[in-house]
């Protein structure tokens, strides 16, 4: 199976990859992964250049990955959400240099960043941090630059041929993220599945949001997460993203999902499903 992830190579989504490829073949017959940003990948699904796209989602620190969620409204038409893996994230400060007093620029992806704010506050206030695509473009720029350090996993470290300055970055340790494998179509129902939900009403109006959730109350859906992403096209308007509990197959869920549409629709908005998926844990 061809997959493509957040690249380059020694991304947290390689290694999310890699878990997602041995779950589906036991172990035997790797296929190619192939590297793109977030938007390439879903594009190299719908164009059949992969057969699936695996891009981070949420973080159990950070919150959501906010260009996944935007790319996967803006492809539902030809992607969906077919599949989960989660990835547990333990963070390391790598550069050339043997001695973390030299540092004085720290690269990392955004949500890396973040998810070590307080611990790299406190061990390396006077460096410079500095958001890139991926941590692993940050090991890439750590081999290049002097007084670079890139805030990355072990792997990447290794990867790219650097010295370990600190371990054990993350604010908590307990990190996770979850990543969300991506299809042409989503997946049948097993009985244990979420579904992914994107709203958008064309007209505000007071009692919205609780006219939404209340089709879901009635039909005994449980909610697992509901946020609010910026709508690219006009400024200060809003999509908001449901997590729920069921197939979008199953008959409660699809007659919410149905008055949904009906209620959305008559303010001149949209309802997207973005994919119905096992729950992993």
């Not at 957040?6 to 035997?28: C, D, H, M, V, W």
């Not at 057969?51 to 790319?71: C, H, K, Q, S, Y």
């Not at 506050?121 to 890139?132: E, H, M, S």
């Not at 959305?264 to 309802?271: C, D, F, I, L, P």
Request: charged share 20%; proline share 6%.
């Amino acid at each position: 199976m061809r997959i493509v992830t957040l690249g380059p190579k020694g991304t947290f989504s390689e290694e999310a990859s890699l878990l997602y490829q041995k779950r589906i073949t036991g172990g035997n017959a790797p296929g190619k992964i192939m590297f793109a940003n977030i938007y390439d990948c879903l594009q190299a699904v719908e164009s059949y250049q992969a057969e699936r796209a695996v891009l981070p989602a949420e973080n159990m620190v950070d919150g959501i990955i906010g260009l996944t969620f935007d790319a996967l409204i803006e492809f539902h038409d030809f992607v969906k959400v077919s599949d989960e893996v989660h990835v547990n994230i333990k963070y390391v400060l790598a550069g050339r240099m043997e001695d973390p007093v030299k540092v004085e620029k720290i690269f990392s992806h955004p949500s890396a960043l973040n998810q070590c704010a307080h611990n790299l506050d406190k061990l390396f206030p006077t460096c410079l941090q500095i958001p890139v695509a991926s941590t692993a473009e940050a090991a890439v720029t750590a081999t290049k630059e002097p007084g670079v350090a890139a805030l990355c996993s072990p792997r990447t470290a290794q990867e790219y041929g650097l010295n370990i300055l600190h371990e054990n970055l993350a604010d908590y340790a307990n990190n996770e993220t979850r990543f969300f494998v991506c299809g042409l179509s989503d997946h049948p129902p097993t009985g244990n599945d979420r579904t992914l939900l994107a709203v958008r009403f064309g007209v505000n109006r007071p009692g919205q949001l609780h006219v939404i959730t209340s089709f879901f109350a009635e039909n005994g859906i449980d909610l697992t997460f509901v946020q609010s992403r910026p709508y690219k096209v006009r400024p200060q308007d809003y999509v908001l993203l449901f997590e729920m509990v069921g197939h979008k197959s199953e008959p409660g869920l699809k007659k919410a999902l149905h008055q949904v549409e009906q209620t959305v629709r008559a303010t001149n908005g949209w309802k997207k499903v973005l994919g119905s998926y096992p729950h992993r844990k």
